[in-house]
């Protein structure tokens, strides 16, 4: 148990370091550093809070990683989606048909997108114990809502305009 304290901490201390060098304003790569980092940093905290055994670790961290792959790939693609439909719509006379194509393609790629979090979520539910069910539950929404909190922090928003 003591060494997975261990590499608990060395893990967070990696995140913590790899958070200060992907700062937001960077552009794609730092943005996509911030990702990985925050990715990293749930499974991490995941693992602890569900008090995750090796073998489950084993089992659901490479599931966890492909997923979350494949979800970056649909949020490129629904980004350059929404990039032609803003050019689509700048443009005088817009093409009907054109912004049909596109809103039905992003459409299609956000009902992607909670495709791959229900098959982790599947995926978690055959494989945790059912107090590590009701943990994860508790978990997920609590990481999300401290995540905000921080990144409105980061951003200098202040406190009454948080909506959370």
């Known amino acids: 148990m003591s060494m997975k304290k261990s590499f608990l901490f060395l893990m967070g201390f990696v995140f913590l370091g790899s958070l200060m060098l992907a700062q937001p304003g960077q552009g794609p790569m730092g943005r996509q550093r ?3 980092s925050i990715n990293r940093l749930r499974l991490l905290r995941m693992t602890e809070a569900l008090e995750l055994t090796e073998e489950q670790s084993s089992k659901i961290y490479p599931v966890y ?3 979350e792959k494949e979800k970056l790939e649909i949020i490129k693609a629904l980004n350059r989606e929404i990039g032609d439909l803003k050019t689509f719509l700048s443009e005088a006379g817009p093409k009907e048909e054109k912004i049909a194509a ?3 393609a992003v459409k299609d790629l ?3 997108l909670l495709e791959k979090d229900q098959e982790f979520e599947d995926f978690l ?3 945790l ?3 590590q069910k009701a943990k994860y539950i508790v978990f997920s929404v ?3 809502r401290n995540l905000g909190e921080k ?3 980061a951003r200098g928003w202040p406190k009454e305009k948080r909506d959370y």
Do not use: A, C, Q, S
Request: charged fraction near 50%.
């Open 34 to 36: 911030l990702r990985e």
């Open 142 to 144: 609590e990481f999300y």
């Open 151 to 153: 990144l409105d922090r």
């Open 129 to 131: 114990t059912d107090m």
């Open 102 to 104: 596109k809103v039905k």
């Open 125 to 127: 539910g055959e494989n």
């Open 110 to 112: 956000k009902k992607n």
């Open 65 to 67: 990683y492909r997923i």
